[in-house]
């Protein structure tokens, strides 16, 4: 089993920077593949990013290349989401989630785990 708390949301304006953090509790975090997706009201849960368990090659929606990095902390039981540029259409809530397997799942079935979310509102 493994429990995962989001933090780190807030609201921000257009353009600024927001990192989140995800802590795992339980054993053998380093055995999972942690992801980030996000939910707007009214639409479906949303792939964001993914990370293996050595940290290695993240894989990135294209929305959201090149403006957020993914990153874990074995030693801390911790995976990030660093977020720059926001735009207000990236408002929603944003979920951790945990899988065992090293493959960096896009579909949100694909993951055992989720935290409870964090909300992220970016207003224009």
């Known amino acids: 089993q493994v429990q995962l708390v989001e933090s780190g949301g807030g609201l921000v304006q257009t353009g600024d920077s927001l990192r989140l953090s995800c802590v795992a509790s339980?054993?053998?975090?380093?055995?999972?593949?942690m992801a980030w997706f996000r939910q707007a009201p009214g639409k479906e849960r949303e792939f964001v990013a993914a990370i293996s368990w050595r940290g290695s090659n993240p894989y990135y929606a294209d929305s959201v290349s090149g403006r957020f990095t993914i990153s874990r902390d074995n030693a801390k039981n911790t995976v990030y989401l660093q977020m720059n540029s926001l735009k207000p259409e990236e408002t929603a809530v944003y979920y951790c989630a945990a899988r065992l397997g090293a493959r960096l799942e896009t579909d949100p079935a694909s993951y055992d785990y989720w935290g409870q979310g964090t909300q992220v509102t970016v207003s224009s």
């Open positions: 339980g054993r053998a975090f380093r055995s999972y593949t």
